[in-house]
């Protein structure tokens, strides 16, 4: 019994608190992609939050009839849900796609693009992180066509890194 424990704690440890840890040391690092201009994840997130709060209170002023359900947070709400719920996901699965090859045919055409090469265990979480980044800079790219108006964020990453982390 006490050795199918450890088996268990194992297992925890492996498929769920080192890949938590992992992406959340990795979102305090400078993303790799140059769109984000050395932003952190964590950075961009509070760019995207304080940029988003902005325009729904320029929107609001300026459309003072107008119905903003969910607040004036809502944007960043749902964009941030969707990146971390769908996207982290997705992104996962397609690393593992790379591992194992017969999974690529449950992934859409459009994005086999996202499967990496060679992928091993121990490149896995390296590359679940940078497929992910794709996927976040992706999302922003749409943004600017969503049907809300004040959501339509621009995906122009300002050169200066804020402050806070």
């Known amino acids: 019994m006490k050795v199918l424990g450890t088996i268990i704690l194992i297992l925890l440890l492996v498929t769920i608190v ?15 992609l140059p769109q984000f201009k050395g932003y952190t994840y964590y950075q961009y997130l509070n760019w995207r939050k304080d ?17 903003m359900g969910g607040g004036l947070d809502m944007c960043y709400n749902v964009d941030t849900i969707g990146d971390l719920s769908l996207n982290l996901l997705l ?8 591992i194992y090859p017969s999974l690529q045919q449950h992934v859409q ?6 499967i990496p090469q060679g992928v091993t265990w ?3 979480l390296p590359n679940w992180w940078s497929i ?11 943004a600017v066509h969503t049907s809300v108006a004040y959501c339509r964020l621009q995906p122009n990453v300002p050169a200066s890194v804020p402050l806070n982390p």
């Not at 992104?91 to 790379?98: D, L, T, V």
């Not at 055409?109 to 996202?114: A, I």
């Open 51 to 67: 940029t988003l709060h902005n325009m729904a209170v320029e929107y609001q002023a300026s459309h003072p009839n107008a119905k």
């Open 109 to 114: 055409k459009g994005d086999l693009q996202y």
């Open 122 to 124: 121990w490149t896995f």
């Open 18 to 32: 080192v890949p938590v840890g992992y992406l959340a040391w990795r979102a305090s690092q400078p993303m790799d």
């Open 91 to 98: 992104s996962g699965f397609y690393s593992m796609a790379g």
């Open 132 to 142: 992910y980044e794709s996927l976040v800079w992706e999302s922003a790219q749409h």
